[in-house]
């Protein structure tokens, strides 16, 4: 049986606490390994490596820590397929959808490699009469992430990189459902160069988020994950005293107007909708239709499902691979069985023809979806489709705007205008025009609002870079001591 540990100051560390869970084969339902769940004392004693190797490591020059980063991205690019496996492995997205993970990840490690050119300040000579004055951003110190269970590799990435480039160490709490990607990823950043205690993995489950929330030592925490957990996260740790970014759930829309290309639309609904099983943050849930092609827009994306090729993520030819537990994919299915008894028309029923073996749930299409059914009210996090009607393109952008979550959200139109009112208007953080899943690039930052976001700061990116640092004014003065005098009146920049 493959035990699943953790990895504290340079190492791996089997646990002490006689907790373990299970972790599956998402395509087979067979147990694959054993993950340790840390205690309160493993918690400390990750965070007191990472403590105890941060003054060096902030002391690093950046020239050396971008180096350390550079080695990294090569060591990730040439691992690709091994990272991708072990995500197939334990997630059970398919093999193509694994790749891209680690290739956006990637992204996030490239764009550190800049952090010569990213913790540059700024400076202000002659501010008053022989005072300059500059800024400079500094580390905060031992900092945590938390990341879901749905990106094990590319989330951590996110949070990771900009971190240590930054000067801070870390300790990372991945998800308990796929953790090996984890342990990989520390072995890889030891091989860069990054010094025993920067990196530490504890595998585990609330015990552990909660000493990491609690824990003194720890001056911020990022999270991915539901919103419920977002806003716990968020309110614990800031309770504690500690800078939180909490990314919470999401209600992607997609609105389709009657001038838009509906062949393109229904490719972008089924590829969006059904990627990855649906278990991403900025899948498409919602298409919200104008009546008026509504009924064609529905056929052609139903005329497309029995199309998608349902199979294990290491079968070449799958397109959609299993949900992560049975018990999330016997949730995922409630819904699709409670639909038609709140009003809504069952247009493909996923629960029909799934695989026996594993945690397989065919892609669902729902018709007639409106507020208030919980098929759109809540975050499924599966291979559900629902669509929306509505009378107009007022109608649908007040829909979005209404609705809690405020993540991701596409338009689908070839009118310019139009699309630029749209992305003016809409109450949501991430917009796409044409474009399904407007993840943003890693120069840019990912970020919702509304219930998708808990605290002011986006993740990765120039916000990533914020968050991680705090940012210090020096005002300097070199005088000539013939010039001393004792002036107690308050400072004049004249």
């Known amino acids: 049986m493959n035990r699943i540990s953790h990895w504290i100051d340079g190492r791996l560390s089997e646990g002490t606490s006689g907790r373990t869970a299970t972790v599956y084969n998402p395509a087979t339902g067979e147990t694959s390994g054993k993950v340790d769940l840390a205690d309160g004392g493993e918690v400390d004693a990750a965070v007191a490596a990472a403590a105890a190797a941060f003054p060096a490591w902030r002391a ?265 537990t049975g018990e999330h994919r016997d949730k995922v299915a409630a819904y699709v069985a409670g639909a038609g008894d709140e009003g809504a028309d069952v247009v493909v029923d996923g629960r029909e023809d799934a695989p026996d073996q594993g945690f397989f749930l065919n892609p669902s299409l729902l018709d007639r979806v409106r507020p208030g059914m919980a098929a759109y009210d809540d975050e499924i996090f599966g291979p559900v489709l629902s669509v929306v009607r509505v009378d107009s393109y007022d109608e649908g952008l007040a829909m979005i705007n209404d609705n809690p979550y405020g993540n991701g959200v596409a338009l689908f139109t070839r009118d310019g205008g139009v699309a630029r009112e749209f992305q003016y208007d809409v109450n949501v953080g991430m917009v796409g025009v044409n474009v399904p899943i407007p993840v943003p690039v890693s120069y840019y930052s990912f970020g919702g609002w509304k219930a998708s976001l808990f605290g002011d700061s986006h993740m990765y990116g120039p916000e990533g870079v914020q968050f991680y640092t705090r940012a210090k004014v020096v005002t300097s003065r070199w005088p000539d001591p013939r010039t001393s005098t004792i002036d107690l009146g308050f400072p004049q920049n004249r």
């Not at 991205?73 to 991708?84: G, H, P």
């Not at 900009?162 to 984890?182: H, I, M, Q, R």
């Not at 999401?250 to 609904?269: E, I, Q, R, T």
Request: a negative charge; hydrophobic letters at 45%; glycine letters at 10%.
């Open 60 to 324: 690093t020059s950046l020239s050396r820590r971008a180096e350390v980063l550079f080695h990294l991205r090569e060591l990730v690019d040439a691992n690709r397929k091994e990272i991708a496996s072990l995500l197939t492995a334990e997630h059970g997205k398919v093999l193509s959808d694994a790749l891209g993970e680690v290739a956006r990840g990637l992204e996030n490690i490239e764009f550190a490699c800049g952090i010569p050119h990213l913790l540059k300040g700024a400076y202000s000579e002659q501010a008053a009469t022989g005072v300059d004055v500059y800024s400079i951003r500094q580390p905060l110190g031992v900092v945590a992430g938390i990341t879901p269970f749905n990106f094990p590799a590319m989330v951590p990435m996110w949070m990771f990189a900009n971190a240590l480039a930054c000067g801070n160490t870390f300790v990372l709490k991945p998800s308990e459902k796929d953790p090996s990607a984890s342990l990989l990823m520390a072995e890889l950043l030891a091989k860069a160069g990054l010094p025993a205690g920067c990196f530490n993995v504890v595998q585990g489950d609330k015990v552990a988020v909660d000493r990491l929330l609690e824990h003194p030592d720890v001056m911020a925490i990022s999270f991915v994950g539901s919103t419920p957990i977002a806003r716990y996260i968020y309110e614990t740790g800031t309770a504690n005293g500690k800078r939180v970014q909490a990314l919470g759930g999401a209600k992607n829309h997609m609105l389709v107007l009657p001038d838009a290309d509906l062949d393109m639309a229904a490719d972008a609904a089924i590829s969006a909708g059904y990627g990855s099983a649906g278990e991403r943050c900025m899948a498409i849930s919602v298409v919200v239709a104008v009546e008026s092609i509504a009924d064609e827009l529905v056929g052609k994306i139903r005329d497309r499902i029995p199309g998608i090729r349902v199979g294990a993520g290491a079968e070449p030819d799958s397109e959609m691979g299993p949900l992560v």
